[in-house]
Every structure is written in C-alpha cells, then in structure tokens.
C-alpha cells in the first residue's frame, strides 16, 4: 500500500513527473500557456519559454500538448534533449520524426526534404506542425542555425513551422548573439517561482488531485511557510519536500505535517 493510502489519498500527490493533471497554473504559468496556444493558433512561428530548472517548463509543455490533443490539424513533435553532436545528425532525426524518405541523405537534401514536407502539411493538407523542444540550452550553435534556416519556410501569411523552446535562462544571451534568430522571436516568456501564496495553492491543488476531499488539512500554515522559505517557491522543490513530508507523517502516525517536522527535513537536506 503506497503512503498516500493511509492518509486518504488516492494517488501520489508530490510526484516530480510532468503530469498535466498535477501542474498548478499558477498566474505566470497560465499566460505563458495561453499566450503559447495562440501564438501556435495563429501560426507566428517561434516561442521562447524560459525558466530555471524547477519551474515547471517541462510540466507546462506536456499541458501544452494535452490542449491540443483532440485536434488533429495540429501535428507536435517532440524532442527531449537536444544534444546533438552535429548538423547531420539533427537534421536525420528531424527527418525520422517527420517519417522523411529523401532520395538521397545529405544535409542540403534533408533541408529540401523538410521543406517539402512542411509545405505539404502546412498548405496543401492546412495542418499546423509543432516542433517542441525541452532542455533548449542544449542546442548546438551549428543546430540552432539549422532551426533558422527551417524558420525561413513560410508563406505570405505565416510560417510553416511553429518552434517552441523551453530553455533555461542561459539560453537567452546565446541566442541574442545570433543574427536573424532573435529577431524571429514572436513570444518570450520566463517562468517565474511561485510566491508563499502560490505555494501553499499548489500544495492543496495537488492534494486535492490527489482525492482529498476536505477535512482537516494535511499541512500547517507554519510548516507551508517553512517549505516556501526553503524552496523559494520551486515546484519541484515543493514537491519533493511535501512528498518527504507526508512520508514522515505517516512513519510518526501523525494526523498532519508541522513545522518541526519540516524543519527536521530541512536540516537533513542541508547536512548531505
């Protein structure tokens, strides 16, 4: 039996994987979100979504992706990490995902055969292509060049392909130095940490989720003040110490979590 049965729960609630249903839309989040829906509707072409690790950049692009998943016209693909070695290899996995068969396999070919596709798809079907990619600090500068290039398919009205990129904040000064790349820039978003406020909504938000159903709190106001000051308002931080939280509650038999408690936490946390 997971701990969450013993406290009434009928999920885990302090998971640190990007599950939609989980992710609290703080008010910085749901613009990012919605801005990022339009931006994709409207066909503007690039989105920029900045954040330090933690935030919930990878949470809100899987969101992202649940708001789009009953209409087929919006096709996304999606790459996780970015790291390619060279402009070839980014190209052929680019042509992989798209299920490409070039004639012939040469970086001038695979840029024909993108092309070609993305017109296909984007004029001649009227479908809208999403590439997203997360951990976009990882990008190569050779490969961002190649994200350029694929920025100059368009027609008179928009562009062929959407690009979204979830990067840290690091990300930003690299590409600024790019010539024609940051200009094409149609939305730039950062993602803040959430304030106390916010941080005692998600912890409740997500019990919530998690089937709580009233009844007495399963945090006190003092040990959510604790965990706001430790994690300075980062999801993920939040979660994992909720979730360290609620197991000790439990291997103590107490009815909720408390400030010795977390303080407890805590002090581990900063001895290893």
Request: proline share 5%; aromatic share 10%; hydrophobic share 40%.
């Amino acid at each position: 039996m997971g701990y969450y049965k013993s406290l009434g729960l009928n999920k885990e609630p302090f998971s640190t994987s990007p599950d939609p249903q989980f992710f609290y839309l703080s008010a910085n989040h749901n613009a990012t979100l919605k801005n990022l829906e339009i931006s994709i509707r409207l066909r503007r072409g690039l989105c920029l979504i900045l954040g330090d690790v933690g935030t919930g950049k990878t949470t809100l692009s899987r969101t992202l992706l649940q708001a789009f998943k009953d209409e087929g016209d919006f096709v996304f693909h999606l790459i996780l990490d970015p790291a390619f070695k060279s402009e070839f290899q980014f190209l052929q996995n680019l042509i992989n995902m798209f299920g490409i068969k070039p004639a012939f396999k040469s970086t001038i070919d695979f840029k024909e055969a993108i092309e070609k596709y993305l017109f296909l798809k984007g004029v001649e079907e009227d479908k809208t292509i999403i590439l997203l990619i997360d951990e976009g600090q990882k990008i190569t500068p050779d490969n961002l060049e190649v994200l350029r290039t694929l920025l100059n398919y368009e027609t008179n009205e928009y562009k062929l392909l959407q690009l979204v990129i979830l990067a840290q904040a690091e990300f930003l000064p690299r590409v600024k130095r790019i010539p024609n790349f940051i200009d094409r820039v149609s939305l730039k978003y950062t993602i803040s940490p959430l304030d106390e406020k916010e941080t005692k909504e998600m912890i409740e938000f997500r019990l919530k989720q998690a089937g709580m159903n009233g009844g007495s709190p399963l945090f006190n106001d003092g040990a959510i003040k604790l965990i706001y000051q430790f994690t300075q308002g980062y999801p993920r931080k939040i979660a994992m110490l909720c979730h360290d939280g609620l197991k000790e509650a439990v291997m103590r038999e107490a009815p909720l979590v408390d400030e010795p408690m977390i303080r407890g936490l805590i002090a581990r946390k900063d001895a290893e």
